[in-house]
Every structure is written in structure tokens, then in C-alpha cells.
């Protein structure tokens, strides 16, 4: 078996892959010179020919025609990947949308390694489906058959936590009590892992992993509360309709809050509802934004606003968030105490999570020496003061964090399909 193998990260936001050969470990640039993609695909209406990454998000935002696709990932485990969606009048499974996106980036890393990549750890959630081993089980085995569609031969997973660990590992100096908090864009899994410079060539790792747990919440949840606490009430919603007061549907606004349920809004049988009901309103200039929305197809405009006010109130404490492709000189102020009210359940569920993996390996708070925050999601101000505080012994380490689950990916590889290795590099 050949020694050359990889790791790939397929996120529900952003994706990497890192190849381990000849005892390095490289990130592979997947977008020009950038070592992560976003995790999204643009199917052009014309002749149906897709594009990926940054290239779909802008041709989307520049307002092409076609079918704009993101957190594919979530499908994974449930019926969606059974029923398939039509795209430009075309029925596609997703099975084969997936594998057009993870081909792109292993066509990559073909290209740096000069030959075809037979071996690969896949990573992987704790949970890609919370309460339904048979759902995660699914979830793994759709995964694992559109790896072998699309090229790779020997297949093995790890937990994408575990991986995060594996890529600090190798410099640090000394034995450390670790947890892991990888907090993406569907999933927020914890590791409690022993640590070692000294251990990083062993295979077998079973002894020094003490515990994992996780949850299926998310970045993108993290948007969803957002749009239905600030973004959602300026479309209409909870507002009332006719002589007998009733509350508007709440499902296309909950739709609506979802990257993963945006494209089946854009029913003519859905919209010719809300035009209906446009005329019963009481609120009629904030319905008549959902009826704009909905007719125009600028859903995803929305969430990535939404998403936009969200990284911003990383920085800053009050966020005018634009929404004039919804109305001329339109935007809406959000205060990030808003937005923490907003995502105060899903924080809770986090840390509920994260303190299980410390009882499950029968640590306490106060003995873990530090944390190493990896996703997106940890740059948000009231994750980071949550682990400050459940944590307060513990050096935090949040460096890498989109890309420290592929390296940690290909170190799992190269452990698996090959030998040791020496350093971690970026390829030029």
C-alpha cells in the first residue's frame, strides 16, 4: 500500500484537505492560494455546469442565474439524501452533488501530490444526527461510498475534535490534559484527549482519548436564532392576518432562517400564498418584504446578511445590517446582546455538551491545562468567555482554526497508511 494519503475536512461551512507524504504534513491549496473552501456549490442554469467555493458564493451574490447550494453536509443521515431536489429543472441526488464538490478538492491535492491519492481519513462529527445511531451510521456509509465514487480505495474516520488535537500536538513541549471544542458550522463536538510532542508517531491512540461528546448545533443555528430574533420580525413575522387576528405561518420565515431549507421556498404554490395573505395583513409593509424575498429568490442574500451581522458583533457591540436588495435604503440595527439572548439556549446546549465529555472521562474543569478551540463559531465573544470561565486553569489555543482539522486529518492518515512524520507545512 502506497504511503501517500490525506486527510479532508468536509465542512458544513468551509472545506480543507492535507497531504501527508514522505514524512510532511502540507495543507493543499483548494481556491488559488487559499488552503480552506467554502463549503458551496453554484449550478449554472444555462448548461447546468457547477462551480465551487468563493467562485458560486460570488457568482450567486452577482445575482447569476442558477442553483445556489451550501451545508450539504447536513443532508448527510437524513431523507433529503434519498429524495434528491431538482436543480435548473434537472433532478440531481446528493449523493452526487456531494462528490462533485470533494472531487474538486482531491483533484487538487492529485495534482500536488503528481498522482493519484488512494488513501484517506475522513473526518467526521461525533454525531452527524443527535438521538439516531441508525441516522449516524447512515451518514458515515453515504460518506464513506462517495469517497470510493470518487477515487480513494482505503477509507478510515476519525472524529473531527480528535483531529483538531492531533495538529497542536506536535508543538507542544511536555504532557498535557487537553479538551477539544470544535464548534462549526452544523456540529459542535469535545474531546478529552491526553497530549504529547511524544506521542504524535503512535498508531494506536485508543489510551490517551479518555472521551467524546456532541451535539448538532452550530454556526448556522447561530444564524437561524439571529434571523428569527432581529432579521425575521422586519419580514412579518409573528405578525397577524384578517378579521380574526390570526398569527401569518411561521414556516417560510423558519425556512427561510435555514441555509439548508432556503431553495424549497421558491414554490409558485408558496408564494402565491403569501401574496394572498399580503392582502389580510396587518403589518403590510413588513410582509410585503417576504413577498419580495420570496418572488426574487434573495433568501440566500438574507442569511448571508444575516451571517454578516453575526461576524461583526464578534468585534463590535451594535451592527447596521444592509438590506437594500430587499428595499431601498433598508437596514436593521442589531445590538450583540441581542444576538447573545438569540443563541443563549444553543450556548447552553454547547457547554451541556462539552461538561458531559469531562464527566464521561472523570476529569474535573479545574484539571484540564488547555483548551483548544477550533471552527468558525469559537470566534463569537460568548463562546470564548464560556470556556474562559468553565475553564480556568487552562492556556486557550485557538490558532488555525479553519484548517486544524485537515492537518490533524492527514497526521491520522499518515498514522494509519504509512509512518512518522516531521513537520507541517504549507504547500506554495
Not at 443532508?75 to 470533494?102: E, R, Y
Not at 472524529?159 to 477539544?180: Q, S
Not at 409573528?238 to 435555514?258: I, Q
Not at 441581542?338 to 457547554?351: D, N, P, Q
Request: hydrophobic share 40%; with cysteine; charged share 20%.
Amino acid at each position: 500500500m502506497s504511503t501517500l494519503s490525506c486527510g479532508i475536512d468536509f465542512g458544513t461551512s468551509n472545506s480543507s484537505i492535507a497531504l501527508a507524504h514522505d514524512r510532511q504534513i502540507s495543507l493543499v491549496p483548494v481556491e488559488q492560494t487559499h488552503v480552506t473552501i467554502p463549503s458551496a456549490i453554484f449550478f449554472q442554469r444555462s448548461d447546468n455546469k457547477a462551480f465551487y467555493g468563493r467562485i458560486a458564493v460570488n457568482l450567486f451574490f452577482d445575482r447569476q442565474q442558477g442553483r445556489f447550494m451550501r451545508s450539504l453536509k447536513r443532508v448527510l443521515g437524513t431523507s433529503l439524501m434519498k429524495q434528491g431536489t431538482v436543480v435548473n429543472g434537472t433532478v440531481m441526488n446528493f449523493s452526487s452533488i456531494i462528490a462533485s464538490f470533494l472531487k474538486t478538492i482531491k483533484s487538487k491535492a492529485d495534482a500536488v501530490a503528481g498522482q493519484e491519492i488512494e488513501n484517506v481519513v475522513m473526518g467526521r462529527p461525533v454525531h452527524f444526527v443527535d438521538h439516531s445511531p441508525e441516522s449516524d451510521a447512515q451518514a458515515q456509509a453515504e460518506l464513506k461510498e462517495i469517497a470510493r465514487r470518487i477515487g480513494f480505495k482505503h477509507i478510515e474516520f476519525q472524529f473531527e475534535p480528535i483531529a483538531a488535537a492531533f495538529a497542536h500536538e506536535a508543538r507542544l513541549t511536555g504532557e498535557k490534559l487537553a479538551i477539544v471544542a470544535d464548534l462549526g458550522g452544523g456540529t459542535s463536538d469535545f474531546t478529552v484527549i491526553r497530549l504529547s510532542n511524544q506521542s504524535v508517531h503512535k498508531s494506536d491512540r485508543s489510551q490517551d482519548i479518555l472521551a467524546n461528546t456532541g451535539v448538532r448545533v452550530g454556526g448556522n443555528d447561530f444564524d437561524k436564532d439571529l434571523s428569527l430574533a432581529a432579521i425575521m420580525p422586519e419580514l412579518g413575522y409573528r405578525s397577524t392576518y384578517g378579521d380574526k387576528l390570526l398569527e401569518v405561518p411561521l414556516k417560510p420565515f423558519h425556512d427561510l432562517a435555514e441555509w439548508s431549507k432556503v431553495n424549497f421556498l421558491y414554490t409558485p404554490k408558496l408564494i402565491m400564498q403569501t401574496r394572498q395573505l399580503l392582502h389580510q395583513s396587518h403589518d403590510k409593509k413588513r410582509y410585503k418584504r417576504l413577498v419580495s424575498v420570496l418572488e426574487n429568490e434573495t433568501g440566500h442574500a438574507v442569511l448571508a446578511a444575516t451571517e454578516g451581522a453575526k461576524i461583526a458583533l464578534t468585534a463590535q457591540d451594535h451592527y447596521n445590517t444592509p438590506f437594500d436588495f430587499v428595499e431601498e435604503a433598508f437596514f436593521i440595527p442589531i445590538k450583540r446582546t441581542l444576538f447573545e439572548e438569540a443563541i443563549s439556549g444553543e450556548v447552553e446546549k454547547i457547554v451541556t455538551s462539552a461538561t458531559a465529555c469531562l464527566r464521561d472521562a472523570g476529569v474535573s474543569h479545574q484539571a484540564i491545562d488547555l483548551v483548544i478551540l477550533t471552527g468558525g463559531s469559537t470566534e463569537v465573544p460568548l463562546i470564548q468567555a464560556e470556556f474562559k470561565r468553565l475553564f480556568p486553569n487552562a492556556a486557550i489555543a485557538d490558532e488555525n482554526k479553519l484548517s486544524s482539522v485537515g492537518l490533524g486529518l492527514a497526521y491520522d492518515s499518515q498514522s494509519k497508511f504509512g509512518t512518522g512524520v516531521q513537520s507541517t507545512t504549507v504547500v506554495p
